[in-house]
């Protein structure tokens, strides 16, 4: 059975009576009156009883949900998607003159080998035996 001061809160402030208020006064919060889980109690009691009804002890009107408002914006996507043409004129600066740069790295790296031949050889072959 249900405490006899929630029900007469039911009676007095019907749905208001679930739900949070706040103090313009004192700038906070004020809990409901009944509790989340007393008045779900209430309500399967009322619902058991057979007085879910507007004149009962539960109106059906209290289970509505009232709609969260919030604000429209643009999704935020993936970064990848976001910086796409960010990152494409980037790739494009950098790949101008890539062909020269390629062609002088080649060159440099076929610089630091030294040539075939039987100097080379020789070279290796002494510097093994020291």
Same mark, same amino acid.
């Given at each position: 059975?249900?405490p006899?001061?929630?029900? #007469?809160?039911?009676?007095?402030?019907? +749905?208001?009576?679930?739900? /949070?208020?706040?103090?313009? $006064?004192?700038? =906070? %919060?004020?809990?409901? *009156?009944?509790?989340?889980? #007393?008045?779900?109690?209430?309500?399967?009691?009322a619902?058991?009883?057979?007085?879910?009804?507007?004149?009962?002890? %539960?109106? /059906?009107? %209290?289970?509505?949900?009232?709609?969260?408002?919030?604000? #429209?914006?643009? @999704?935020?996507?993936?970064?990848? $998607?976001?910086?796409?043409?960010?990152?494409?004129?980037?790739? @494009?600066?950098?790949?101008?003159?890539? $062909?020269?740069?390629?062609?002088e790295?080649?060159?440099? @790296?076929?610089? =630091?080998?030294?040539?075939?031949?039987? @100097?080379?050889?020789?070279?290796? #072959?002494?510097?093994? *035996? +020291?």
């Amino acid at each position: 059975m249900a405490p006899r001061i929630a029900l #007469l809160a039911l009676q007095k402030y019907g +749905k208001k009576a679930l739900r /949070p208020t706040f103090n313009v $006064d004192t700038q =906070r %919060w004020r809990k409901p *009156i009944i509790s989340p889980r #007393l008045g779900a109690k209430l309500r399967k009691e009322a619902i058991r009883t057979g007085s879910y009804t507007v004149g009962g002890l %539960w109106d /059906p009107v %209290w289970d509505v949900k009232e709609p969260k408002v919030g604000t #429209l914006r643009a @999704e935020k996507g993936r970064s990848r $998607d976001r910086n796409r043409e960010i990152r494409a004129g980037k790739i @494009e600066e950098k790949m101008k003159g890539m $062909d020269a740069k390629i062609e002088e790295y080649r060159k440099a @790296e076929r610089g =630091r080998k030294p040539e075939k031949g039987v @100097e080379t050889l020789l070279k290796r #072959l002494t510097a093994r *035996i +020291k």
